[in-house]
């Protein structure tokens, strides 16, 4: 039999300005010991992916919760707070990647959808493309053959365009300009979380109740008002320590505390290691005898 289809379907330009995606890195992380959490941070320069091809996590993403579980993808916009708490597991498995250049028409620079959106869905009957697609941009880049970085520039391509088809079936937008009370009080903490916030300051600034706002913004977020300025606070310490030569007591100031052993009990409590040894784990990937973190323990 001689089968003949014709792709009669009309282009619909899903990248715009002539320009198309790059991927700058991929992310494997396999069973307990890659569990490390990586608490709220952002990336101003790139758009990311993440694919849970096994296991689970809490995702915190431009304040909003979500449970992920197998199949799921997640996106993390350029410049959106998230924050990445993987379960610990034998079973996990989990990819992500880093993109450039991503450009869609009517969105800024290393978006994929409007703010509006919500930040995961379920692959649903896309699964094996997509965990096939992860596999061989995976297999590609790590071979280091000619063209290799150039078939997974393509790789990455079509798996973007499968995740705008995803999102938009779903189609599901709100109003980006109309915060929500969580949404104000979060935007608040995060211009404010190296200061020494009381609910006096939030609550005269919002004009809320304090009782109500802290119900609201543990409804919204998932935490606490306080939790949620501590895992700022310990996200930019990440960073920094991830991407300057700034020491641990320098990097402790910088975020907002004077008292480095104050900063050096919560860091260990929230991502499970101390500070030195968390960027030497970044750094050559060897870390032994990881406790599971006390992720929601850190309060202060």
Same mark, same amino acid.
């Not at 609910?199 to 802290?214: K, P, V």
């Given at each position: 039999?001689?089968?003949?289809? *014709?792709?009669?379907?009309?282009?619909?330009?899903?990248?715009?300005?002539?320009?198309?995606?790059?991927?700058?890195?991929?992310? &494997?992380?396999?069973?307990?010991?890659?569990?490390?959490?990586?608490?709220?941070?952002?990336?101003? #320069?790139?758009?990311?992916?993440?694919?849970?091809?096994?296991?689970?996590?809490?995702?915190?993403?431009?304040?909003?919760?979500?449970?992920?579980?197998?199949?799921?993808?997640?996106?993390?916009?350029?410049?959106?707070?998230?924050?990445?708490?993987?379960?610990?597991?034998?079973?996990?498995?989990?990819?992500?990647?880093?993109?450039?250049?991503?450009?869609?028409?009517?969105?800024?620079?290393?978006? *994929?959808?409007?703010?509006?959106?919500?930040?995961?869905?379920?692959?649903?009957?896309?699964?094996? #493309?997509?965990?096939?697609?992860?596999?061989?941009?995976?297999?590609?880049?790590?071979?280091?053959?000619?063209?290799?970085?150039?078939?997974?520039?393509?790789?990455?391509?079509?798996?973007?365009?499968?995740?705008?088809?995803?999102?938009?079936?779903?189609?599901?937008?709100?109003?980006?300009?109309?915060?929500?009370?969580?949404?104000?009080?979060?935007?608040?903490?995060?211009?404010?979380? +190296?200061?020494?916030?009381? %609910?006096?300051?939030?609550?005269?600034?919002?004009?809320?109740? &304090? %009782?109500?706002?802290?119900?609201?913004?543990?409804?919204?977020?998932?935490?606490?008002? +306080?939790?949620?300025?501590?895992? &700022?606070?310990?996200?930019?310490?990440?960073?920094?320590?991830?991407?300057?030569?700034?020491?641990?007591?320098?990097?402790?100031?910088?975020?907002?505390?004077?008292?480095?052993?104050?900063?050096?009990?919560? %860091?260990?409590?929230?991502?499970?290691?101390?500070?030195?040894?968390? +960027?030497?784990?970044?750094?050559?990937? #060897?870390?032994?005898?990881?406790?599971?973190?006390?992720?929601?323990?850190?309060?202060?």
């Amino acid at each position: 039999m001689l089968t003949f289809c *014709l792709n009669d379907c009309s282009a619909t330009g899903g990248f715009a300005n002539g320009m198309r995606p790059r991927l700058l890195f991929m992310c &494997r992380a396999d069973g307990i010991g890659a569990a490390t959490p990586r608490v709220m941070h952002r990336h101003q #320069e790139r758009f990311e992916l993440m694919f849970i091809m096994q296991g689970s996590g809490t995702y915190h993403i431009d304040g909003r919760q979500y449970q992920a579980k197998q199949g799921d993808l997640l996106l993390f916009n350029a410049g959106v707070l998230h924050d990445e708490c993987p379960h610990a597991t034998d079973d996990l498995m989990l990819f992500s990647c880093g993109v450039e250049q991503l450009s869609i028409h009517g969105l800024p620079l290393n978006h *994929l959808t409007p703010r509006g959106q919500t930040a995961m869905m379920p692959s649903g009957v896309y699964y094996d #493309e997509i965990r096939q697609l992860f596999l061989q941009m995976w297999q590609h880049i790590n071979s280091k053959k000619p063209y290799a970085s150039e078939t997974g520039h393509s790789l990455l391509q079509a798996l973007l365009l499968i995740c705008r088809t995803i999102w938009a079936e779903k189609n599901e937008v709100s109003d980006p300009d109309a915060l929500s009370p969580g949404q104000r009080i979060k935007d608040f903490i995060d211009e404010h979380y +190296k200061d020494n916030l009381d %609910f006096r300051l939030i609550t005269a600034e919002l004009q809320m109740n &304090r %009782f109500y706002l802290a119900h609201l913004f543990k409804a919204f977020s998932g935490y606490s008002p +306080k939790q949620y300025q501590t895992r &700022r606070r310990i996200g930019e310490a990440q960073s920094l320590l991830l991407s300057t030569e700034l020491g641990v007591t320098e990097v402790a100031n910088a975020v907002g505390y004077d008292n480095v052993n104050n900063f050096h009990r919560i %860091f260990h409590n929230l991502v499970g290691i101390p500070p030195a040894r968390y +960027k030497k784990f970044w750094l050559t990937g #060897e870390l032994k005898n990881v406790p599971t973190p006390g992720q929601q323990s850190a309060s202060a």
